[in-house]
């Protein structure tokens, strides 16, 4: 028992160094092909992870975050340029209040961590990776202290370029399509144009989406972390 009580920090510290090569080569033959340049992650599943484990809604919550984070981890090292991420649909408002105000919360101490200091001088979770942050949805729907956390958190990852992260919170597909149809329907009627032809095609469509105002690439994959097969109202014209 000594001697394996001696031999355990040496054991766990070749356990680490096998687990990091194991994580690059199978980095590595995921980068052998083409990569794709824009992937989004619907994040569902944690409401029923923490019921799998006995734990409150507000854990799985927690967990969720954190596999978030390893995920944009694991597509920097492989060079994707743009992540998706489905945090909060615009039907979530209607979840129980004690839910919704833990999210709100959540969202707004994970901003506020993300910046040095909690002061918002500069966002140093994103600067480490240079990821550029977009909040992309109805955020005047937020409380104020939450809008005025991601003013900030946009205004100082916007010079970074190494990666694109889209956040969005609150959003629906059809709310964005709708959104886009009447800045078509706008656009045409200043120009005394309404010819279907001109401003009522896919890709003038297109120019109007949330996603494209931010300069998002066209998406390559969809994933949803938990397996169900549905696609939850997200980014349904783009897929």
Not at 69 to 88: G, L, P
Not at 94 to 105: A, H, K, Q, W, Y
Not at 195 to 216: A, C, R, W
Request: aromatic fraction near 10%; include cysteine.
């Amino acid at each position: 028992m000594a001697l394996l009580m001696a031999l355990l920090p040496y054991l766990c510290g070749l356990y680490e160094r096998l687990l990091v090569q194991a994580q690059f080569w199978l980095l590595s033959v995921l980068t052998s092909g083409p990569v794709p340049r824009h992937i989004a992650f619907i994040m569902d599943g944690n409401r029923r992870y923490a019921r799998r484990c006995d734990m409150k809604v507000q854990k799985g919550h927690q967990a969720g975050a954190s596999t978030l984070r390893r995920m944009v981890e694991v597509c920097i090292k492989i060079n994707v340029y743009c992540i998706s991420a489905y945090a909060f649909s615009l039907e979530n408002f209607n979840r129980p209040s004690e839910e919704v105000d833990f999210l709100f919360g959540y969202l707004t101490k994970m901003l506020m961590d993300a910046c040095e200091d909690g002061s918002f001088t500069r966002s140093d979770l994103f600067e480490r990776y240079g990821v550029r942050l977009n909040v992309i949805g109805r955020v005047e729907l937020f409380p104020e202290t939450l809008q005025r956390v991601i003013r900030i958190a946009e205004r100082n990852t916007r010079s970074n370029n190494r990666l694109m992260f889209n956040l969005y919170m609150p959003y629906t597909s059809q709310d964005e399509m709708t959104k886009a149809i009447q800045n078509c329907v706008q656009n045409a009627s200043k120009m005394n144009d309404l010819n279907p032809d001109t401003y009522f095609v896919q890709e003038e469509t297109d120019k109007h989406l949330m996603t494209s105002i931010h300069g998002s690439p066209p998406l390559d994959i969809l994933v949803r972390t938990s397996g169900v097969k549905r696609l939850s109202d997200f980014m349904l014209w783009q897929v």
